[in-house]
């Protein structure tokens, strides 16, 4: 693979973050995730933290299995929240973002 297109994923990926972040804040300000917003609160933290240390490694190789079992255990499991889209858009990114690190790895 060339720098370039290195290159291009990498941004997918930021993107791909943004997305994903962007949802679970929202989900986390809706009335309708209220019975779960402790757990999409610390779902978000892990998944900031995440995105922050990809802009500095370019890789999500610091992720540990327990972590990564943790967050696809409720992500998949417990299926978050009642909205369907929302919801979907978790899955969505979440699976988008390691489809992307295949493609560096």
């Not at 930021?14 to 019975?35: C, H, N, P, W």
């Not at 978000?44 to 890789?59: D, L, M, P, T």
């Not at 919801?87 to 988008?96: A, N, R, V």
Request: glycine share 4%; proline share 1%; aromatic share 12%.
């Amino acid at each position: 693979m060339t720098e370039k297109e290195l290159y291009k994923v990498e941004c997918e990926i930021e993107v791909a973050f943004s997305r994903l972040i962007g949802t679970l804040a929202i989900m986390q300000e809706l009335k309708l995730y209220k019975d779960i917003r402790g757990k999409l609160s610390n779902l978000f933290k892990a998944i900031v933290s995440w995105g922050a240390k990809f802009q500095i490694e370019r890789n999500l190789n610091f992720i540990t299995k327990e972590e990564l079992i943790n967050i696809h255990h409720y992500i998949y499991l417990n299926y978050p929240g009642n909205e369907t889209k929302l919801s979907d858009e978790i899955l969505i990114w979440f699976e988008e973002i390691f489809r992307l690190n295949n493609i560096l790895t």
